[in-house]
T-cell receptor
């Protein structure tokens, strides 16, 4: 039990639609990161938020956006869905931003299927 | 850029067999190295880590040694159990930036049979 919950667990959308995925971090964790895990691949870093500000971004287009709220919840929004967006989306929270000693706590993920 | 290469799976072993999962990396800078495990239906969990050359990370009978000369961080366990069946990910982190971004390998599925 990591204390990080994601919803929904599964979601089916059609190409061109928009989707919002939600994450509830551990209380006190100021940092949330989102990862995309395609089938048979390792997780790929999408972006990170620290105290409600985007703090770093991977190689994902602007149609991937996020929000972080003061109550330790966060959202990943994807506009104009494409078939290749089908993947498991993971959120991970941590106390701080940097550091070799920072431990990431991962949620179980949201499985998104785009038809 | 940074990348991690893991041995292809799946790996199928009998209980009490010896496990090795190979991992090599390419990094700009001096990385910290990690092994994460993903049990069915669950999120990733940190298994062990090493932050400098020749460090050995260990946890739950698993070990991995940071080898800078061979850019490797192979995962080993002397005697696997059925409960070790999971997907194992090797990952690295290079400091110097302002965010904690992990670069993962593709993962190796381990199945342990009784």
């Amino acid at each position: 039990e990591t204390g990080v919950t994601q919803s929904p667990t599964h979601l089916i959308k059609t190409r061109g639609q928009q989707v919002t995925l939600r994450c509830s971090s551990q209380s006190g964790h100021n940092t949330v990161s989102w990862y995309q895990q395609a089938l048979g691949q390792g997780p790929q870093f999408i972006f990170q938020y620290y105290r409600e500000e985007e703090n770093g971004r991977g190689n994902f287009p602007p149609r991937f956006s996020g929000l972080q709220f003061p109550n330790y919840s966060s959202e990943l929004n994807v506009n104009a869905l494409e078939l290749d967006d089908s993947a498991l989306y993971l959120c991970a929270s941590s106390l701080g931003v940097t550091g070799l000693n920072e431990k990431l706590f991962f949620g179980s993920g949201t499985q998104l299927s785009v038809l | 850029g940074n990348s991690v290469t893991q041995m292809e799976g799946p790996v199928t072993l009998s209980e009490e067999a010896f496990l090795t999962i190979n991992c090599t990396y390419t990094a700009t800078g001096y990385p910290s190295l990690f092994w994460y495990v993903q049990y069915p239906g669950e999120g990733l969990q940190l298994l062990l880590k090493a932050t400098k050359a020749d460090d050995k990370g260990s946890n739950k009978g698993f070990e991995a040694t940071y080898r800078k000369e061979t850019t490797s961080f192979h995962l080993e366990k002397g005697s696997v159990q059925v409960s070790d069946s999971a997907v194992y990910f090797c990952a690295l982190f290079v400091g110097g930036g302002s965010n904690y971004k992990l670069t993962f390998g593709k993962g190796t599925l381990l199945t342990v049979n009784p």
